[in-house]
């Protein structure tokens, strides 16, 4: 019985014990809109070794994603659109340098962006090689 | 003597009584021997279980290839994100 006292508790501690995700100012931002769909993935992995986190917006109907294209400064209608944004404003275009950015990408027929935090030069070309590979097999 | 007031009736009850009493005593440690070991037969299938249910799990699923998902909306699974993400990076530019 004293063993079964044990055991319970520690299984217990272990299911509860999964790592909950930090939010994401970005994420944090838009989570309270109520005609978007916000989805942060954490730790996305592009491959054995390297993982990016990933904010996703979602619009809901056509006048949501008019106002999110908007508020990105998108000015194409189809097809795929993408950018380098600065961390801190996402819809500002830079240039990719050491500071962390946003790999934006706008998908018309989706409703959908999704923004890939880059911190470091191994993600950006883990990023270019996954885009590379996966549509080179496609 | 109480014994010899008894009748022989009386006496083989109490014998019988007292044989009864020798026989439960000592059948007691293999009696909670039993329980003790069924107990631990129960406990040694239920870690089993749980052990066995987490390598499956670990071993045979489809691998995870996200750590964390966090949504304002339950209207997907996490995987769908994952998936979603996924898409995006291989959707073809006009």
């Known amino acids: 019985m004293k063993r079964i006292l044990i055991i319970l508790p520690l299984m217990t501690f272990l299911a509860c014990s999964h790592e909950r995700a930090e939010e994401l100012p970005f ?7 109520t005609d978007l769909t916000v989805a942060q993935v954490t730790g996305f992995h592009l491959n054995d070794s390297v993982k990016v986190d990933v904010v996703i917006l979602v619009a809901d109907d056509t006048t949501a ?8 400064d998108i000015r194409t209608s189809e097809g795929v659109t993408s950018w380098i944004g600065d961390l801190e404003y996402p819809q ?6 050491s500071k962390p950015v946003w790999r934006a990408m706008a998908v018309h027929d989706e ?28 | 003597m109480e014994h010899n007031k008894m009748t022989f009736d009386e006496l083989w009850e109490l014998e019988e009584h007292l044989g009864l009493q020798k026989r439960m005593q000592k059948d007691y440690p293999s009696w909670l021997r039993r329980r ?15 052990a066995g249910g987490a390598i499956f799990n670990t071993q045979f699923s489809i ?11 339950a209207t997907f699974p996490e995987r769908h994100w994952a998936d979603v993400a996924a898409n ?7």
């Not at chain 1, 994603?65 to 990105?72: H, M, R, S, Y």
């Not at chain 2, 003790?36 to 749980?50: D, E, F, I």
């Open chain 2, 36 to 50: 003790r070991t069924h107990r631990m037969a129960m406990v040694s299938v239920a870690v089993l279980a749980v």
């Open chain 1, 65 to 72: 994603w008019q106002g999110l294209k908007d508020e990105f």
């Open chain 1, 111 to 138: 409703r959908t962006l999704a923004f890939y935090r880059i911190e470091n030069q191994t993600q950006y070309q883990a990023l270019l090689d996954y885009q590379l590979n996966k549509i080179s097999n496609k």
């Open chain 2, 88 to 94: 995006i990076l291989v959707t073809p530019t006009l």
């Open chain 1, 27 to 33: 994420y944090s931002q838009y989570a309270s809109r």
């Open chain 1, 92 to 97: 500002q275009r830079t240039r990719r340098g």
């Open chain 2, 63 to 73: 691998p995870k290839r996200y750590d964390n998902v966090l949504c304002n909306r």
